[in-house]
């Protein structure tokens, strides 16, 4: 897998799209941290992620279905190719890297499938930072020597 760093391209997470389509407390902090950002990355998988946490939200009454039918909205079009994030194919060798990630942070950090796919993901295209607020991956990403885009104070 690549060696490469390239700083300029940042990787985002499913939760902080989401973070970006809802009103969440630390939402304005990602909104500057991407606003006017053309080199955001974020993995197919962001799809279903972010729908499947819009669904629990709705599901829980935090949001109202208005306020998800509108955030699915959004991260459609944020997805879409308009908004300069660009969505990396999840693909075989992908899936491949993602088990020598898991095997890396072995013992160290027990990553979630999912987790490790972003991380792959991530590492492939050279990303950094990783911006996530996820405990595991940002351990992950230290173990991994990935830069990690700051936290909300």
Do not use: W
Not at 47 to 65: H, N, V, W
């Amino acid at each position: 897998m690549p060696t490469a760093t390239r700083v300029d391209i940042m990787y985002l997470d499913s939760a902080i799209i989401v973070k970006l389509a809802v009103a969440e407390p630390d939402s304005e902090f990602y909104m500057t941290l991407v606003d006017g950002r053309t080199d955001l990355v974020v993995s197919a998988l962001s799809f279903p992620g972010c729908r499947s946490a819009l669904a629990r939200k709705a599901d829980s009454g935090e949001i109202t279905q208005n306020e998800y039918t509108e955030a699915c909205e959004v991260i459609n079009e944020m997805l879409s190719g308009y908004s300069g994030i660009t969505v990396a194919d999840v693909d075989n060798d992908t899936l491949d890297f993602s088990s020598t990630v898991i095997e890396r942070c072995r013992g160290k950090i027990a990553l979630r499938t999912l987790d490790a796919i972003h991380i792959a993901t991530c590492m492939k295209i050279s990303a950094q930072p990783l911006a996530t607020n996820d405990k595991i991956m940002r351990k992950a990403a230290e173990v991994l020597q990935i830069a990690l885009a700051p936290l909300p104070q």
